[in-house]
């Protein structure tokens, strides 16, 4: 049997609604500049990988909150000056790795995205994706061939994947084979990318 493992994002605490889209962008165009002057962090990675959560505190003591999509680290904006939170309750954030994630260079970041378009393109074209592509789809709202009252396409995911584990399918294998990753998690993921990609397409 195909041997893989779980994982579970933290759980992060809900602040208050996200003040105006202008506003967001202006907070942006400051934490960006910050970060580089700061840490050398490159400005892509601040516009791709943190969202902002929202505002802390008030009068003098007011901060902005934006905190990375993926590990959930925080960095506080305060007038001009940015301040890395390196750690969020007893949980240690910031890593060297994730800082070293942030100081990329221009080129990396670009040999990155087209590894990732050649990932998106090899799932899209495996015999896992299409075998199931309409069965994966029929669980997203925006797809024209919804299935209501099914599990969240995450879930989805996860229960195709351990079902086709379990039987050992062959197509399974070979995903498993070229992407190097067991986890099922990044495995349900990398499966829904596509899937993702036909939505927005047909959005328009």
Not at 8 to 35: G, H, M, Q
Not at 38 to 51: D, E, K, L, S, V
């Amino acid at each position: 049997m195909l041997a893989l493992c779980c994982s579970r994002n933290a759980v992060v605490c809900e602040r208050e609604a996200p003040v105006s889209t202008t506003k967001t962008d202006e907070l942006f165009d400051i934490l960006r500049a910050a970060c580089a002057r700061q840490f050398g962090f490159n400005p892509r990675r601040i516009t791709a990988g943190m969202r902002y959560v929202g505002k802390e505190g008030h009068g003098k003591d007011l901060v902005h909150v934006f905190r990375d999509a993926t590990t959930h680290s925080q960095i506080v904006l305060k007038n001009t000056l940015a301040t890395l939170r390196e750690k969020q309750g007893d949980k240690p954030h910031w890593t060297e790795a994730e800082k070293a994630h942030y100081k990329s260079s221009n080129a990396e970041i670009d040999a990155e995205i087209a590894a990732k378009q050649a990932e998106l393109e090899f799932t899209r074209n495996c015999a896992l994706y299409r075998d199931h592509r309409e069965q994966l789809l029929s669980h997203y709202t925006d797809w024209p061939g919804f299935q209501p009252d099914g599990p969240h396409p995450g879930e989805a995911a996860r229960a195709l994947i351990h079902a086709l584990a379990a039987a050992n399918d062959p197509r399974l294998a070979e995903f498993v084979a070229h992407t190097h990753v067991h986890d099922l998690e990044q495995l349900a993921h990398l499966l829904l990318a596509p899937c993702h990609a036909e939505i927005e397409a047909a959005r328009g």
